[in-house]
């Protein structure tokens, strides 16, 4: 037989040990580093930017098996003079281009991709976009500042590798809170950039008359609309050395873009928020069932076990600043170390039933109310495709938002919708199978563009894309849509009155004097009743009272009253005195 062990030489079998021990050293290592699967700043920075909701980088959206083929150096001459630490970080990063590889949701056709023929010609671009990455709001800057202050008593009991809490300030001055950074602006600059590279002979030189560009009354909007212009129009202007071309943005005030902020404006939305009937329970069904088995985790990690656990708003502040640190900074092993995986899910999830019952799916009037957005759009189409009018956005719209604008706007085209309704007790195959998920709809910078192309005797032809990829609206055969069968697909919003649909209704005149008079009655009535009926006691018991009073009387007196009612007869010739007294 032979001998396996004395036959092994000695030499490999101390390699096998070494390689052995290494690795297991190494495992023991990890898990100690890691601390419960804590998330690894050098592995993890993918699948981070990818869940990160409202606030994923734009740059991350492409095939999860890609890598950035491409980058622009933000590096700036004057970069080390800033006295602002993120500024300074933010000129000298590095900023992946976004892939542009065309993919499409779903498709019932060969034609797949959407590319028009060459028979088809482009006519009108109408463009809708978000702003792009920003610096947190004031609130989101008093409430991290708060938690952090919280911890301080725990300096002590908290663990080494987590000790940087307690030097930690909010990096990002409230005098610049909600501002575009210049990744932000970047994203713009590189969208236009892709966009007039594919369609080089559609941009004609700017005039107002030709392209009408509108922004929301909130800078990091009107900043990113500036942006986009500038990349649109690098060059082909005639100001300055570098052939600048200004451009004119059009703004309406915050209470009156209905176009654009359609959210902030319908009071009937506003009502339905204020009232109830439009609101996060199943968010907060979700945070309760699993933000408490976070919170231990963090607390472990942390070294506080049984000490101190963080409440349901401080995990969200936790999650808030590993967000903004990935988005702003790219900055991974901070506030995000102290989450794994599942955590961050868990997390991403629960933004995702906010967003789904507030702006989207949940209530019909959440994106019912944008479609004073499309109705505007469509009527700009039938102007091209009627050939009788000159459209009033020219020949190019381009609109730039918010979240609140984009999410609600997707979610009345019908994408990125589940067949069943997001709840906080879906089954975990659901929840991980789902479409509709806020990182994808709504990043920084995310947009959707119409792209409308005149195709001769095979009549006008629509395209839809979702962050620069085409997709199918339901409704249409394919992605390359008929532009008649595009329009048929919204009979509602074609026909849709914003004054009647988001008016909260007020009485007429008439109805207000039949509302007063029913109100008058219905409590008169009552009272009148009431009053009667204790008026007609009260004589009853007077009347009572009188009638005893004069029986005694008569009985004292033995006499008679011929005028009382109680005047009694007797069969007999008896004789009557009458007391004349």
């Avoid at 542009?100 to 010609?121: A, F, I, K, L």
Wanted: charged share 20%.
């Amino acid at each position: 037989m032979y001998n396996y062990r004395k036959n092994f030489p000695s030499s490999s079998s101390f390699l096998l040990l070494f390689v052995f021990v290494s690795l297991l050293s190494s495992i023991t290592s990890s898990t100690t580093t890691t601390n419960n699967l804590a998330i690894d700043s050098n592995q993890q920075y993918d699948f981070l930017s990818r869940h990160m909701t409202t606030r994923t980088p734009y740059w991350v959206l492409k095939p999860a098996d890609q890598q950035p083929s491409s980058s622009d150096d933000f590096s700036s001459s004057d970069s080390s003079s800033s006295n602002d630490p993120i500024e300074s970080k933010l000129k000298s990063k590095k900023i992946y281009l976004r892939d542009t590889t065309t993919t499409v949701e779903s498709s019932n056709s060969d034609n797949s991709s959407g590319q028009e023929p060459s028979t088809c010609n482009l006519v009108h671009i109408n463009f809708l976009a978000r702003h792009g990455s920003r610096l947190p709001v004031p609130s989101a800057l008093e409430e991290l500042t708060a938690f952090t202050e919280s911890l301080r008593p725990y300096v002590d009991q908290v663990s080494n590798e987590y000790k940087w809490i307690f030097n930690y300030t909010v990096p990002y001055a409230k005098k610049a809170a909600g501002n575009l950074i210049l990744q932000g602006q970047y994203e713009h600059y590189n969208i236009s950039k892709r966009l007039r590279s594919r369609y080089p002979s559609y941009f004609k030189p700017y005039s107002p008359q030709l392209y009408g560009i509108r922004s929301t009354a909130i800078s990091r909007v009107g900043m990113s609309a500036s942006a986009f212009s500038y990349g649109l129009f690098q060059g082909f202007g005639q100001l300055g050395m570098q052939n600048f071309e200004p451009v004119f943005i059009e703004t309406s005030n915050l209470d009156q873009d209905r176009l654009l902020r359609f959210f902030d404006v319908c009071p009937r939305y506003q009502k339905m928020i204020l009232d109830g009937q439009i609101n996060k329970d199943e968010e907060t069904k979700w945070n309760n069932q699993y933000f408490p088995l976070i919170s231990q985790s963090v607390s472990k990690r942390l070294g506080l076990e049984n000490i101190w656990d963080p409440t349901v708003k401080g995990m969200g502040n936790i999650f808030s600043a590993c967000s903004y640190e990935l988005s702003i900074e790219n900055k991974t092993d901070g506030w995000c170390s102290l989450l794994d995986k599942d955590e961050i899910l868990n997390w991403e999830y629960s933004v995702d039933l906010s967003t789904y019952w507030i702006k989207s799916y949940g209530n019909q009037v959440n994106y019912k109310i944008s479609s004073i957005l499309l109705q505007d759009m469509i009527s700009t189409f039938d102007q091209f495709t009627n050939k009788t009018t000159s459209p009033p956005h020219g020949t190019t719209a381009l609109r730039f938002g918010h979240a609140e604008t984009i999410i609600p706007f997707l979610s009345l085209l019908g994408l990125y919708k589940d067949n069943f309704t997001l709840t906080a007790n879906l089954t975990k195959q659901q929840i991980e199978t789902r479409k509709f998920r806020t990182s994808i709809i709504s990043p920084y910078a995310s947009n959707v563009g119409f792209f409308l192309f005149d195709c001769g005797d095979d009549g006008f032809k629509i395209r839809v894309e979702h962050n620069e990829l085409p997709v199918l609206i339901p409704g249409c055969d394919d992605v390359l849509c008929n532009y008649t069968q595009f329009k048929n697909s919204f009979p509602e919003v074609v026909d849709f009155n914003w004054d009647s649909y988001c008016s909260i209704k007020q009485p007429s005149p008439s109805e207000n004097i039949d509302k007063k008079s029913k109100v008058f009655l219905s409590v008169f009535i009552p009272v009148a009743f009431i009053v009667g009926t204790m008026i007609g006691v009260v004589l009853i018991l007077f009347a009572q009272k009188r009638l005893i009073s004069k029986r005694r009387m008569l009985k004292k007196s033995n006499v008679i009253d011929v005028n009382s009612p109680l005047l009694l007869s007797s069969t007999n010739d008896a004789s009557i005195t009458v007391c004349t007294e």
